[in-house]
């Protein structure tokens, strides 16, 4: 019993008999054939009809969670990453209340026929005009003419402006 003491080797050694320790097993995950896609057709998997967050809405569930949190007395551990996560969450959230972002919402609501996705992406890039919309979300190329897209974005970015002066 040389390399063994109590069925394990020492060391990593070999026994005495020059027998190999048994490789590890190595698990292998089988691969879904599923392409993601945000591009011209919105291909997203198991997301496709999934509710999709706007900077603005994550925001405020987080802030809501971590407020709950504090009421009932939870101590919430203040982590590295979750600071920097709601440091992003602030600087890139257009909407910053419930109201505001209810309101932009209801013009979003105006047009049924966009996916979430893009009611999310639009909420959260809030882009100028309808060429620049259509370049960050392709998607939106086959579902909303060029002139409506500007009408829409006109009406998101003057609320904009208004939640901003408030």
């Known amino acids: 019993m040389s390399g063994r003491q109590n069925g394990t080797t020492n060391g990593g050694a070999s026994s005495s008999r020059g027998e190999l320790p048994p490789a590890p097993t190595i698990r292998t995950r089988e ?14 998997g198991d997301f ?25 007395g939870r101590k919430v551990t203040q982590t590295e990453s979750l600071t920097k996560m709601q440091d992003y969450m602030d600087t890139y959230a257009r909407f910053k209340s419930q109201p505001a972002l ?13 996916e979430s996705f893009e009611r999310s ?46």
């Open 31 to 44: 691969r879904i054939n599923i392409e993601e896609e945000a591009g011209q057709e919105l291909r997203l």
């Open 48 to 72: 496709q009809h999934v509710h999709c967050l706007s900077m603005s809405e994550a925001r405020l569930i987080t802030d809501a969670i971590f407020d709950q949190r504090k009421k009932s």
């Open 102 to 114: 209810d309101e932009f919402e209801a013009l979003l609501n105006q047009h049924p026929d966009l």
């Open 121 to 166: 992406q639009l909420t959260t890039l809030c882009p100028g005009d309808a060429d620049e919309a259509k370049t960050l979300i392709p998607s939106l190329a086959s579902k909303i003419d060029d002139g409506v897209l500007n009408d829409l974005l006109a009406q998101i970015n003057a609320h904009r402006r208004a939640v901003f002066v408030d």
